[in-house]
């Protein structure tokens, strides 16, 4: 029978829900998991110091630019749209002010929105993408196995990943990469569209801000072409510029924020805003709100607001990590392990923070004392970070406002064309058993259209959202995955410092040692 895209949407929603539902408690556990592993293993002498290649290997790349493309793959796109709205979010709802404990819009709801804000994009989204990372590069550059997502489960499942498993496992990390991939450009696409609208462009957004059919199918034609092409460079060359690109023009427009816009206010958010979320990790890492049912009550509520928030992110995080974690893999040999935790999931999550603090803050602030009027709060998601720039600018220069509003598209752009080439060079590579080599080239532009017509009919069927229910339905299958990659790696590590007492060699790349081990 056939069916209409909204009812497409509607089933989506339903599976959804059911997840959710079902499954909420397991998300929040498995991704607390993460974080002890990654902490774990950076502090356990003999796993810390092993280098995610050759004994006294060097990292092929600079740590700016190293930064750079780990920030700019894993993140960057989504603190464009998230670094302003997230903690104006949370100011005007979250579970205290369900509780009754805060008020909405209050001086007293500031430091609860940013722990939430915190904790969504801090150590616990990292230890994600660091998990998935540290066992790819583990096994590829020190078992000298092809850089592919089934080589991290040697241990457990050993020779039979070369048969139907290995299929298997290496289909589940392509399907929630291309789904976690398309929830950012799915966001991405929406605010470049609010960009191009700002800057005088019309017809692509309707009245509401959202784009219409053709501003999505402008956006993807000119951002997964211009991905693709430079995923065709390969990592060393387009994916590398663009990254230190974005990365520059990030703190330009960071700096713009902390110099001109709510100073004070975002020192306090970042400073108190890490003690406050540092003191309630393991409470919010382990706490699962359950609903009894009855709707509208505040257990509901709150099972509800916790489905909508860090249920849904963990299940981002987990559909992004095949992607960021090969990538990472790909960006990150010669690094030591503790090194590697430090850089991917420690040093990432305080860049975060200060997005957070003084982006938000800045918006918060302006909106607290009520100087904005509500021109904030009233604009699309993707649309507050132009709104609130426009306002500080406007009456100051309407050219100064529409300047940097070209610098806010130029700098999504950049975002959303490292993350898109980076993910369609990941899951080529992937689907490659691990070979980047010119023969993957008619591969790359496969998947480079084939990413631009799964987020486009995602987006013209049920917008966002529908992006949003597959996402969280085909990351439930690789956060088992990953579970299985943390008992891998920590399985391996221990037997690698047996054969170091041992006096035997622990790294090949000629099969010397049996990646079974």
């Known amino acids: 029978m056939y069916r209409r895209p909204t009812e497409a949407g509607t089933i989506l929603g339903e599976w ?50 190293w930064f750079s493309m780990m920030f700019g793959a894993g993140i960057g796109v989504g603190m464009l749209t998230w670094a302003v709205a997230e903690p104006v979010a949370h100011f005007q709802n979250n579970l205290s002010v369900i509780q009754g404990i805060t008020d909405p819009l209050d001086q007293n709801n500031v430091r609860t929105a940013y722990v939430w804000s915190y904790l969504h994009w801090g150590f616990s989204a990292w230890a994600c993408y660091a998990i998935a990372g540290l066992a790819l590069a583990f096994f590829s550059y020190r078992r000298g196995l092809p850089l592919t997502i089934r080589s991290s489960l040697t241990p457990i499942f050993g020779k039979s990943l070369s048969g139907p498993i290995g299929h298997i496992i290496d289909i589940v990390a392509v399907v929630a990469t291309i789904l976690g991939v398309a929830q950012t450009l799915g966001f991405g696409v929406e605010q470049f569209v609010a ?60 700096g713009f924020f902390i110099l001109f816009g709510a100073t004070w206010f975002g020192f306090s958010a970042f400073f108190v805003g890490i003690w406050d979320y540092i003191l309630q990790l393991p409470y919010l890492s382990f706490n699962v709100f359950r609903s009894h049912g009855v709707e509208g009550s505040e257990a509901f509520l709150l099972a509800q607001w916790q489905g909508w928030w860090p249920v849904f992110y963990w299940a981002w995080w987990i559909a992004f990590a095949p992607f960021v974690g090969l990538f990472l893999a790909r ?25 957070l603090a003084w982006a938000g803050g800045t918006a918060i602030d302006l909106e607290l004392n009520g100087d ?50 980076s993910a369609v060079l990941i899951v080529n590579t992937i689907n490659a058993a691990g070979d980047e080599g010119p023969k993957a080239r008619p591969h790359i532009l496969f998947w480079g259209s084939a990413l631009a017509l799964v987020v486009g009919g995602l987006l013209i069927s049920g917008g966002t959202g529908a992006i949003q229910t597959a996402m969280v339905i085909g990351a439930l299958p690789f956060s088992i995955v990953m579970a299985l990659m943390c008992i891998a790696l920590i399985k391996a590590i221990f037997n690698d410092g047996r054969r170091a007492a041992a006096g035997v060699q622990s790294v090949t790349t000629s099969g010397s040692v049996s990646p079974a081990e």
Do not use: H
Request: aromatic fraction near 10%; charge should be neutral; hydrophobic fraction near 60%.
């Open 195 to 254: 960009g191009l609208t700002r800057i005088g462009i019309g017809g692509l957004a309707l009245e509401d801000g959202s784009a219409t059919t053709l501003g999505i199918v402008v956006a993807l034609l000119f951002i997964m072409g211009a991905s693709t092409l430079s995923a065709m460079s390969g990592v060393g060359k387009g994916i590398k510029w663009l990254s230190n690109i974005n990365m520059v023009l990030s703190i330009v427009l960071l």
């Open 372 to 421: 904005a009027n509500g021109v904030v709060l009233n604009a699309a998601n993707g649309d507050k970070i132009f709104a609130m720039t426009e306002y500080m600018l406007a009456p100051i220069s309407q050219f100064l406002a529409w300047l940097m509003a070209v610098l806010i598209v130029v700098l999504l752009m950049t975002f959303l064309v490292t993350s898109a080439d």
């Open 331 to 355: 960006i990150s040999r010669g690094r030591t392990i503790r090194e590697f935790v430090l850089g991917a999931m420690i040093v990432p999550a305080l860049m975060c923070f200060v997005w």
């Open 16 to 65: 959804n829900t059911a997840i959710l539902g079902q499954f909420a408690a397991w998300y929040i556990w498995v991704v607390a998991a993460f974080v002890l592993v990654c902490i774990g293993l950076a502090i356990w002498p003999s796993a810390g110091r092993l280098n995610l290649g050759a004994d006294g290997e060097r990292p092929e790349f600079s740590n700016f630019s």
